[in-house]
């Protein structure tokens, strides 16, 4: 999901960068842990690591956690979800991710302001 986060400034309403929201492997990995599935230790490329910050980030974060092969790296919200996901794709055998050029979530993810109603008098 798609969120547009809003900051104030000067009393001024704006919209910072959007994130994406891989809710469907956050969702895919929930499931499988609810199968029986030890996720942690699926063995393969994708680790979870963390980059360290020099001062608290977003919600006092101390660390950005991160997935990588030791050749990607994707950055995610959590540390659990970085553990999850990267032993989602060692036991889907996901080696590797390609990037897509300009890939963008489904139009039905992403924000858009209502539009307004116009009036046909």
Not at 40 to 51: D, F
Not at 57 to 63: L, P, V
Not at 75 to 95: F, M, R
Not at 96 to 102: D, F, K
Request: glycine share 6%; with cysteine; net charge positive.
């Amino acid at each position: 999901m798609v969120t547009p986060p809003r900051t104030q400034r000067h009393g001024i309403a704006e919209v910072r960068a959007r994130r994406y929201e891989p809710t469907p492997v956050y969702a895919l990995a929930e499931r499988l842990k609810r199968e029986g599935v030890e996720l942690h230790e699926v063995r393969g490329p994708w680790r979870p690591i963390g980059r360290q910050l020099r001062r608290p980030g977003r919600n006092a974060a101390k660390m950005i956690p991160i997935i990588t092969n030791g050749v990607t790296e994707v950055v995610v919200d959590t540390a659990e979800h970085a553990a999850d996901v990267s032993g989602l794709l060692n036991w889907c055998g996901v080696d590797r991710l390609e990037p897509v050029a300009n890939l963008r979530p489904p139009d039905q993810d992403l924000y858009a302001p209502p539009t307004p109603r116009v009036s046909r008098d």
